[in-house]
């Protein structure tokens, strides 16, 4: 049912410092109660931590299906203590005791056992009593249960276990979301059995404890968000599931704490699932009660309060949301300028023809608006049949501001009405704001259309060179399939990019075979003296493209040569050597 696997199956799972220090953990003997149940794997591993890890490996025919650690760095079981736990099995099968899949185990207890069992557990981890307070989920799937009343608040209270339960480390996020999702399965288990108000408890219960206090952690990699995220998608199956209407009112006010939570935080991301949720999932009558929700969530306007205009403006958005299919013209005009929805208003007014009230409505706000919102308007004046009055806002902006993206916008903008000169006018300048290969190219395309190219292009050449933009020059020179220019210039280059580096040597492969080899050498020299794994494997696809080309020049002893030399000077480097031997160099 295992598999057989090697070291080399290990290092390509866990990778090459994880391989190696999971081989230092095995030799010390830091797999401890090693298990083997059915085709998994389970031990405890001694850590950095008073308390050991635990680590589990599942196979299936082809190999690892799916690895686990309690480690910080544990999830997908890439770490060190699962890299310990496969040597172990791979040297020491016989140290792995054969038990039951858990779900027999316990199936063949009795109740007092299980009774005994379950106290055994409390006496060593007294603080998981709280999971005796709730309902739980049965053991089959889609058996009919019990009314029973339902109270998000157990649930809650284990949440809040989780925060107080998780110590003080470092990854201190990360212990407690995994914590907050053993309590989230509860819920998934009701869902398996379509108890779906048993279900909704245990997701609002969790979703109101991690909103109340998420702003006491930094959340860095998005562990507690990620549970609130499950928590909002277990609620979208029960509002889908459930018909009763206490119970779908309950659903759609723990979703609508969540969204407002996340607006009242500024939009970080909690609640941008929501919407979607309630509105593939509400009844019209129940979007009608949300949208009076909102109303009354709408904060009092205030003259120069940022933070609430925009979550008037987040607000104002969902409300239009919920009622589209109810507002005439004249009840969605007003709530767009109740809100600060100003795209919304400004292209619901060209959509009725009032072009003049569309431009007073933007030059009332426009000192008040950003450049990306003035480029959005823009757009929609545009595609309305008005590229005119867009043009006029872009260009006023861009007088009183240095943003590229306008000059962009209006190069664009002209290229596509046909006046080319101005278009190359801006492209100039925008080339000498940011000279990148796409802005050379945009001049390019312009000028060649306006017949100008072969006048303009030795001059901004030499512009170039005399500002030693040296490895654009490289750049151009390639793109325009100019090799021996590309290759001059590099030499001025003062620490060319690897990146560079390569395509120079790409490109000089057919014409100039030599010097592609002398490149490859140089990144080959580079990539050892930086060491690790990745860096000798991408050394050896060098290599490979160098023998290809030594062999091309009917040059196979200077190849021999040189890659003997090569193994020779690094012969203390046994990774290296590995993967020149994989490489079969």
Same mark, same amino acid.
């Given at each position: ?44 591993? %001694? ?20 690895? %686990? ?31 039951? +899949? ?6 063949? #207890? ?51 276990? /989780? ?18 999702? /053993? ?98 999932? /509400? ?69 009725? =023809? ?18 990306? %919102? ?22 006023? #902006? ?60 030795? =001059? ?77 494997? +991408? ?8 023998? +290809?080309?030594?062999? #091309? ?33």
């Amino acid at each position: 049912m295992i598999p057989q696997f090697g070291e080399d199956d290990i290092l390509g799972r866990v990778g090459e410092r994880s391989f190696e220090l999971g081989r230092r953990y095995f030799r010390q003997g830091a797999i401890f109660n090693a298990r083997r149940q059915g085709s998994t794997l389970k031990a405890y591993c %001694e850590g950095s931590r008073p308390e050991p890890y635990h680590v589990r490996v599942s196979f299936s025919s082809k190999g690892i299906e799916e690895a %686990e650690c309690s480690c910080p760095v544990g999830s997908g079981g890439r770490c060190k203590h699962v890299a310990a736990l496969l040597f172990t099995w791979l040297h020491r099968p016989e140290g792995f005791r054969e038990v039951e +899949e858990l779900d027999k185990a316990l199936e063949r #207890r009795s109740k007092s056992e299980l009774i005994w069992l379950i106290k055994q557990m409390l006496l060593r981890r007294p603080e998981l009593e709280v999971f005796v307070e709730a309902p739980l989920p049965s053991s089959g799937r889609g058996k009919r249960r019990r009314r029973r009343p339902v109270d998000p608040e157990p649930y809650r209270c284990q949440a809040a276990a /989780a925060f107080h339960c998780s110590g003080d480390y470092w990854d201190l996020e990360a212990q407690i979301a995994r914590e907050l999702e /053993a309590i989230v399965a509860i819920g998934d288990g009701f869902a398996e059995e379509s108890d779906w108000a048993s279900a909704a408890a245990v997701y609002q219960g969790v979703s109101a404890e991690v909103l109340a206090r998420y702003q006491t952690f930094p959340d860095e990699e998005g562990e507690l968000a990620s549970v609130l995220w499950r928590c909002v998608e277990g609620l979208g199956r029960c509002l889908a599931g459930t018909r009763d209407p206490e119970a779908r009112e309950r659903v759609l006010r723990a979703l609508f704490e969540v969204y407002l939570s996340d607006v009242e935080l500024g939009g970080v991301g909690l609640g941008d699932e929501v919407p979607e949720v309630v509105l593939a999932g /509400a009844t019209a009558e129940e979007r009608r009660k949300l949208a009076g929700w909102v109303r009354s969530a709408l904060p009092k306007a205030q003259r120069g309060e940022w933070s609430v205009k925009w979550r008037r403006k987040v607000l104002g958005g969902f409300l239009l949301q919920l009622e589209k299919d109810e507002l005439d013209d004249e009840k969605f005009l007003e709530i767009c300028r109740e809100t600060g929805r100003l795209g919304e208003l400004v292209d619901r007014l060209l959509a009725l =023809g009032k072009l003049e009230e569309a431009e007073a409505e933007v030059q009332g706000s426009v000192n008040s608006i950003s450049d990306y %919102e003035l480029l959005e308007l823009a757009d929609i004046f545009k595609r309305h049949g008005h590229p005119e009055v867009a043009e006029r806002l872009v260009v006023e #902006r861009s007088e009183a501001t240095k943003d590229w993206k306008l000059l962009e916008w209006l190069v664009s903008h002209y290229a596509a009405e046909g006046e080319l000169a101005e278009a190359l006018e801006l492209a100039l300048r925008l080339f000498e704001l940011q000279p990148y290969l796409s802005r050379y190219q945009k001049v390019r395309e312009l000028a060649e259309r306006l017949g100008r190219w072969g006048e303009l292009r030795q =001059g901004v050449l030499e512009k170039l060179a005399a500002e030693g933009e040296h490895s654009l020059l490289v750049e151009i020179h390639l793109e325009e399939g100019e090799i021996d220019q590309a290759l001059e210039l590099l030499n001025r280059v003062g620490h060319p990019g690897p990146e560079l580096i390569d395509a120079v040597a790409c490109a000089a492969e057919v014409s100039r075979p030599r010097e592609a080899i002398r490149l490859y050498e140089l990144r080959v020299e580079r990539l050892i003296e930086l060491r690790g794994r990745e860096n000798y494997r +991408e050394a050896c696809r060098k290599l490979a493209r160098m023998r +290809e080309l030594y062999r #091309r020049l009917g040059e196979g002893n200077a190849w021999e040569g040189y890659i003997a030399a090569l193994r020779e000077r690094n012969r203390k480097l046994p990774a290296f050597q590995d993967e020149l031997a994989k490489a079969g160099l």
